[in-house]
């Protein structure tokens, strides 16, 4: 199990062995067997993901700028205070790289503002978390959104849809 976390990696335990640091040169060597068919690069400057095809052939995996999300959450057309959301990847599956949990989560502000930093480039999704009591969580409202490298993406989250009123018997 290995997750993204600020800049690095988490695992699950003490396997770590799918993780290698560069040396001074930024060289590194892999273990012959891995868990996923693509590479994953993290560093305080940026962030890369490539297929191992991919990289036997260029030789190199190059760092894009991490990514940043500004926005408001919105329930209705009024923002939405002290709500928990979180970032994560559009796919799970056996090699996906998953986002931590505690990382990639945050809590909107009396105006329903929010930010992540440090988020990898590409296609994610934004989802509020909505606690069941017992330390545990579902997700609602999955929004879907692209994050650009270097520079903020500023999203409105939520603030569509229609009010249902009725009865519940």
């Known amino acids: 199990y290995l997750s993204l976390g600020k800049a690095d990696f988490r695992t699950a335990g003490d396997n770590d062995v799918a993780i290698a ?50 926005g408001v959450l919105r329930f209705g057309t009024k923002p939405a205070p002290d709500q928990e959301i979180m970032v994560t990847q559009r796919s799970y599956g056996a090699g996906d790289l998953n986002f931590d949990f505690n990382v990639f989560k945050t809590r909107t502000d009396d105006q329903g503002r929010f930010t992540f930093t440090y988020v990898p480039p590409g296609e994610h999704q934004l989802v509020r978390l909505i606690s069941r009591g017992d330390r545990s969580w579902t997700h609602s409202h999955n929004q879907r959104i692209r994050v650009k490298a270097g520079q903020p993406t500023e999203v409105t989250y939520g603030g569509t849809g229609r009010p249902i009123i009725g009865k519940v018997v």
């Open 21 to 70: 640091r560069t040396d001074a040169q930024g060289q590194f060597s892999l273990p012959a067997l891995l868990p996923s068919p693509k590479l994953v690069a993290v560093h305080e400057s940026g962030y890369a993901e490539i297929v191992f095809d991919d990289l036997t052939t260029s030789g190199k995996a190059v760092l894009q700028p991490w990514g940043r999300i500004e």
